[in-house]
């Protein structure tokens, strides 16, 4: 399945988009839940069980997910999916570059992919499943909105986001090299939120700096880093 494909599934889907995000949170899916077959990928994609559990293989193995639990299929893996709970909620996040690799966090990046190779499920905090599934909510009213006049960039930082969450997890916080850039994504986080309130009346780095209390030089870095 490539690309393209997931249009099929996801009707509001943009034709530039990088991030598209299926769930079956409050409706039923039409696509990877009852799927039998074996199929391949030209983009990853990470599924997390909010509820319930499911089986799945991939490259030939097998593994169940429970509540809370997450796991990443990578570009050409083989995947199947084996046994869908009933009343299962899981939510899927397809990702056709994953961008994550930027020099500010290079080495969470492979500490992170080397403990995904290593146990591929990780098992989130329902507090940070909770964290994970906002920002999956929000990922997917950004990637169908035509209106955001800065949807990309909001749509990188919400995915900068999920990477600190996920290495959170994974790895614990103190396998975080520093807390200045945990700050910065919070600070990011208030930022888009604000942008989200005010975006059609105000787009001056200065008006949402003096809403957060900072400089407009130091929101702009911290913009720029996220």
């Known amino acids: 399945i490539v690309w393209d494909d997931l249009k099929i599934f996801i009707p509001e889907m943009k034709e530039d988009s990088n991030i598209a995000v299926l769930d ?52 050409g893996q083989k995947y199947q999916t084996l046994n869908f709970g009933d009343n299962s909620k899981i939510g899927i996040c397809c990702f056709k570059n994953w961008y994550l690799y930027m020099e500010s966090c290079a080495s969470r990046a492979i500490n992170l992919l080397d403990r995904i190779l290593r146990e591929p499920i990780i098992s989130f905090s329902r507090e940070g499943a909770l964290e994970y599934l906002d920002v999956c909510k929000q990922i997917k009213k950004y990637a169908s909105d035509d209106n955001s006049v800065c949807r990309t960039n909001i749509l990188e930082g919400y995915h900068f986001i999920l990477f600190m969450l996920i290495h959170d997890n994974a790895l614990g916080k103190d396998g975080l090299e520093c807390d200045d850039i945990k700050s910065k994504v919070v600070i990011y986080r208030m930022f888009i939120g604000y942008v989200e309130d005010y975006y059609s009346e105000e787009r001056t780095v200065g008006f949402y700096a003096d809403k957060l209390g900072f400089t407009p030089q130091y929101l702009s870095s911290v913009i720029y880093q996220i």
């Open 24 to 75: 079956n949170f409050s409706s039923p899916f039409n696509s990877f839940e009852t799927t039998n077959c074996c199929m391949k990928f030209d983009f990853l994609f990470t599924i997390f069980v909010l509820e319930g559990s499911i089986e799945i293989q991939v490259d030939d193995v097998a593994y169940s997910l429970d509540t809370n639990d997450w796991i990443v299929v990578l570009k």
